[in-house]
């Protein structure tokens, strides 16, 4: 029984079961066909996963790793904001006619900053302080830029992720404002439990824990049926990640350096719609 699961179901009972509908709220999403898209709320869902134990990918239904993980390399190692390097159409809905999706993600990590030691961008400057100062309590990449919000098309969500060193363990604190909890939840964890690996094999690190902080966890109201029946379902046991030892620069890793073995899981749901 995977732990990630036990995780999703009560997160989503508790969403479910003691939430705050937003009807006759002023609500920004909507569904393709112009409607207002709707949720059921908790503030602040924090959970925690401990990514020594069992690699927290959702075993209710598959998550699309292969494809999480090439949003994950686009934003975190190839540093773009355009959907022709990306190679899946989970982004197509907020790009331009260029296929840029704005001043988000990739184009924050990609500024460079000046710092005592020289110029790094936000992943350089984090790639250096683990090998050269793990235990600083200063290691942080933060993409919520006010003065550049204007020229994004969305908003950051997962939008800060904090990286502390405790013994010979990474560990990491992801902060995000917004979480579609049905679409995006085990997405967003399976992306930050991947990226802690990476950074934790490059400096020489054993994987600890990733806490997820979700300010605003909710469940969309067309996913409501859909989350219903997903977590009575039964769950497998959690998968084994392989990864790629040989990789010792973290801008070497490639989608087919993550291999899971022995991933179960149930029927996944066709179709889901997803609010914009
Ligand atoms: N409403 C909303 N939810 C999100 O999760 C979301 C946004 N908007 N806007 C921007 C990005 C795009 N993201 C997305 C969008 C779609 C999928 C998606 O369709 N997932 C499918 C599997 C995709 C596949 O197999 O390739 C799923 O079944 O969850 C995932 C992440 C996350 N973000
Ligand atoms: O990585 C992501 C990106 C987006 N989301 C979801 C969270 C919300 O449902 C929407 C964004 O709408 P806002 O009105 O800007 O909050 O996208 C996600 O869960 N994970």
Redesign the pocket.
Known sequence: MSKADNIFIAMCTDILENGISSEGEVVR?KWDDGRP?NTVKKFAAINRYDLSEEFPILTL????L???ID?LLWIWQKKSNNIKDLN????N??ADEDGSIGKAYGYQLSVKHQYREGEFDQVDRVLYDLRHNPYSRRIMVNMYNHSDLHEMN?YP?AYSLTLNVTGRKLNAVLNQRS??I???N???VCQYAILVHMLAQVSNLEVGELVHVIADAHI?DRHIPLITELIQRAPFPAPKLLINKDRKDFYDFKVGDFVLEGYQSGL???N?P???
Do not use: F, G, M
């Open positions: 999403a898209a239904r598959p998550t699309n292969v494809a999480a949003e899946s159409d989970i982004w809905s907020w969305l969500c979480q579609d049905l679409v995006a085990n997405w967003n969309y996944q749901i066709k889901i997803v609010a914009i």
